[in-house]
């Protein structure tokens, strides 16, 4: 298999623009007769199928929660990212994207980063016009704040509920096109095979989740924006729904899957307290603009400080090592993502850490309190230290944030060209569920602006491209490949039923996270992941002899659910692994411990790995097949990254 | 700490639900309300019975999933909080809660602790939008929006759609939420143009759905975990008088 990437020709400030004028157009009156199936309807599923609809496509949308405005989306907190240079700071389309290349640490598509920051500019226009309520200042115009990696003020963020705001906008768009009829909504539906014909995606079997249905929809082209799956690790910052299970079985039909070890680790999550935690909880990025991360210089005060013997205010200044702004005096405390977690693991392996397990560095806004003001804190960050006390009953305002990383959001998914096309005609891939924008490291505040490119911006173009050479038939659901896949899932669904072992899905699910996190996690070693290739490998086969799944199918059952998707879990924690021990270099959230350099920074091999992997399913337990697209850096020079 | 719960369980939407007694042992106070039920949960499922079912994701206290009537209130005893951001420290050795799902006819039972909230999407669906394309709007910073009105406009945008609000109200109204959406885009210069339909199709399709009169006893702004205020219920009534007196609903 070739990958094709499909990038235009010509120089890159001009692809996107040409591109759009080359691909071919879809008559408004032929729009009509294709059907578009978007799974997912966050950012970038929710954003897709209002678009779509709006063009005049028909359009069934699917989400597995009750509503669409549910959707994970809505927990992003700090920001969204556009090169408006509204600050007058020297802000720019280029610069937004040599930032975004950079901070990814080369491992990115050039081109497809390039219309990200290209497109951003629309997206804030677009979303004020939908009424999403930006912070402003006096004058009415709108205010932006920095976020890590960058040192231009280009976040656009609406207090600390961003994410939210965004896909609300996005919501009401689809809304309105669920009103008029051109988009059909399927919530509490969650998809469970893709499926072909002719060899081109031509639908999907979904599972009614309130009556346990198993049923197919036809359509000439689907899009998935599910996601990502940090959820493989059991603790993460994603809802506890997120899963791969749609992305994963369009692998298993033959679209490849790109760069899955790419795990984001965030810096500042609220630290593991207990062996019950069900999940993570973030602290936005944008607090470490008014926050200092600091720990106490040596190994004995933080012993005395764990053990109770002093207390955080005995600390005086002198002894607080504040080793952000130490070691990256340029960006201090805004270093990207990947660098700010990497050193506070560095500080408490050396013995450095707070908090009662160790694990766990101080964000401090003490400072920022005696130079602005309480007050000024609280209108800037407000929900968020309400947030931290009633889940730590700690009071942010009088005592440091404790903070420690944590997986956060997976840079890697299924590969796709330059029009988010998988390697499956008529399969497309947006938003956090494709490899395609952010490397090896995403940068704060671009998540959100890449779900809404692709869904505002992108796909409406080059779906047309794809539909407007196919032909209007349709392909009946009494069609034998889909009574083919419905059967698989209800086998699959009864199988699962059927096993009535002694071990819980959410069992299976911690003891598989762990195994992640201390192999395939914020470092990683050749030993490790060999080892935990066959831990995984022996955890599947032990989930498959002793799972218990209680209930039926024929109901809603939410054991069946993460059933399903935990099954999925293993199979991908498996791939991750494979990938990371083909990459033997560092880069962004990909620690490799034999690639680093003196000062312990993450060590690039450009010279072997400037490539994306993407792979070939061949079957469970059988190696999957590496496919290379190589990258060209023709826009951005390849160099060390450096904060500094 | 040991406790003991009486869960609302009902098989499905025609089913008949009871209450069913659980003890539940060993809970850490530093445990969400949810991780309580989960921990509960995996000792029904390794006893072979069937886990409660009870809605949840983001556990954030954004995603606006979680519900649960506790001991009489939406989102149990603690104001300005979600089901998911509720520990077990603000309940004590040996206490006893009641679990319940929201009740309300616009709320029907889909099972055990679920209920069927897409009423409210119907309601934005009838006009909680602005009817805008994608492309071909003004660049943002053209329509400036004092600080004021944006603020304002922003307090009653950060409604999670949780439900709480209909829960909360002895006539099960759903005139909190819908305030909120229609504050919201009635304030912005955006919204202006769809202003009095929006407000008269959105208040229509509330009472489609069921949902019954505002009690005016102010409970939904007292539970709303997100602070929404009852201001929003008054500019609602003023938005709503002012549009059925020059109605453009042709």
Known sequence: MILDSKIPEGPIAEKWDKHKFDVKLVNPANKRKYDIIVVGTGLAGASAAATFGELGYNVKAFCFQDSPRRAHSIAAQGGINAAKNYQNDGDSVFRLF???????????????????????????????????????????????????????????????????????????????????GKVKMYPRTEML??????????????????TGAIESHSAHAVVL?????????????????????????????????????????????????????????????????????????????AQRLRKGEIKVADIAEADRDYYLERKYPAFGNLVPRDVASRNAKLVCDEGRGVGASGLAVYLDFADAIKRDGQAAIAAKYGNLFEMYEKITDENPYERPMRIYP????????????????????????AGECNFSDH???????????????????????????????????????????????????????????????????????KELGLIMWEHCGMARNEEGLKLAKQEIRRLRDEFWRDVKVTGVNEELNQTLERANRVADFFELGELMVDDALNRRESCGGHFREESQTPENEALRDDENYAYVAAWEFTGVGNEPILHREELEFENVKLTQRSYK | MDLTLKVWRQKNREAAGQMVTYPVKGISPDMSFLEMLDVLNEDLIVRGEEPIAFDHDCREGICGMCSLFINGRPHGPERGTTTCQLHMRHFNYGDTITIEPWRAAAFPVHKDLIVDRSAFDRIQQAGGFISVNTGGVPDANEIPIPKTIADKAFDAATCIQCGACVAACKNSSAILFVSAKVSQLALLPQGKTERKTRVENMVAQMDLEGFGSCSNTGACAVECPVGISMENIDMLRREYIGAKATSENL
């Open chain 1, 98 to 180: 040599y930032d975004t290349v950079k901070g990814g640490d080369y491992r990115s598509r050039e081109a497809n980063v390039y219309r990200l920051a290209q497109v951003s500019v629309n997206i804030i226009d677009q979303c004020v016009a939908q009424g999403v309520p930006f912070a402003r200042d006096y004058g009415g115009l709108l205010a932006n704040r920095s976020f890590g990696g960058a040192q231009v003020s280009r976040t656009f963020y609406a207090r600390g509920q961003t994410g939210q705001q965004l896909l609300l906008g996005a919501y009401s768009a689809l809304n309105r096109q669920i009103a008029y």
């Open chain 1, 193 to 210: 095979d893709l499926v072909m014909v002719d060899g081109k995606a031509r639908g999907i079997v979904v599972r009614n989740l309130i």
């Open chain 1, 225 to 301: 924006a599910t996601g990502g799956y940090g959820n493989v690790f059991f603790l993460s910052t994603n809802a506890m729904g997120s899963n791969a299970t749609a992305a994963w079985r369009a692998y298993k039909k033959g679209a490849l899957f790109a760069n899955p070890c790419f795990t984001q680790i965030h810096p500042t999550c609220i630290p593991v307290s207990g062996g019950y935690q069900s999940k993570l909880t973030l602290m936005s990025e944008s607090l470490r603009n008014d926050g200092r991360v600091w720990v106490p210089k040596t190994v004995e005060m």
């Open chain 1, 406 to 429: 944590a997986v956060h959001y997976t840079m890697g998914g299924l590969w796709v060209d330059y029009n988010l096309m998988t390697t499956i005609p008529g399969l497309y891939a």
């Open chain 1, 439 to 509: 490397g090896a490291n995403r940068l704060g505040a671009s998540a959100l602006m890449q779900g809404l490119a692709d869904g505002y911006f992108v796909l409406p173009y080059t779906i047309g491209d794809y539909l407007a050479r196919m032909p209007y038939e349709k392909v009946s659901t009494d069609h034998p490949a889909f009574k083919e896949a419905e059967q698989a899932v209800l086998a699959k669904n009864n199988l699962l039923l059927s096993i009535n072992g002694t071990r819980t899905v959410d069992d299976f699910h």
